[in-house]
């Protein structure tokens, strides 16, 4: 399945939206997340450097999300039993989605702080 064209690798990875929309709710509440996020930006109207960076930091928690579901679904199906090292994969991966929300919360905030004050 090596060296597809552009069209039907788009479509695997529409694909691939569609399936983590689908099983994950931890996608949806981040999708979610990510409306609000845009909602506040089309009432508040900041400068466009703020719609950049806010949009990156939502963005960084969606693809970690992504990932982690990604890593979940492959290791489940790997190794459906119990491991120590399997847990610890998850952990981390889980790590990975903890830091970006992190970001985005400071981004957030930010964002806020620069909106009351001016
Ligand atoms: N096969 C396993 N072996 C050892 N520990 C596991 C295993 N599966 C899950 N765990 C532990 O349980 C935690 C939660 O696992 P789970 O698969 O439910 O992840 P989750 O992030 O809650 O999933 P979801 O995104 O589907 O809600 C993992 O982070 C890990 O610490």
């Given at each position: 399945?090596?060296?597809?064209?552009?069209?039907?690798?788009?479509?695997?990875?529409?694909?691939?939206?569609?399936?983590?929309?689908?099983?994950?709710?931890?996608?949806?509440?981040?999708?979610?997340?990510?409306?609000?996020?845009?909602?506040?930006?089309?009432?508040?109207?900041?400068?466009?450097?703020?719609?950049?960076?806010?949009?990156l930091a939502?963005g960084l928690v969606?693809v970690?999300?992504?990932?982690?579901?990604?890593?979940?679904?492959?290791?489940?199906?790997?190794?459906?039993?119990?491991?120590?090292?399997?847990?610890?994969?998850?952990?981390?991966?889980?790590?990975?989605?903890?830091?970006a929300?992190?970001i985005?919360?400071?981004?957030?905030?930010?964002?806020?702080?620069?909106?009351?004050?001016?």
């Amino acid at each position: 399945m090596k060296g597809q064209g552009f069209g039907r690798r788009a479509r695997f990875a529409l694909n691939g939206l569609k399936l983590a929309l689908a099983r994950e709710r931890s996608i949806r509440t981040h999708l979610l997340g990510a409306a609000a996020v845009l909602l506040v930006l089309l009432v508040t109207r900041p400068a466009p450097v703020w719609w950049a960076v806010l949009g990156l930091a939502v963005g960084l928690v969606l693809v970690a999300e992504l990932a982690n579901s990604a890593l979940e679904t492959l290791i489940d199906h790997l190794h459906p039993a119990q491991h120590p090292e399997i847990g610890a994969a998850k952990d981390i991966a889980a790590g990975a989605v903890l830091v970006a929300s992190g970001i985005a919360v400071a981004v957030g905030l930010a964002f806020a702080f620069d909106f009351l004050r001016s």
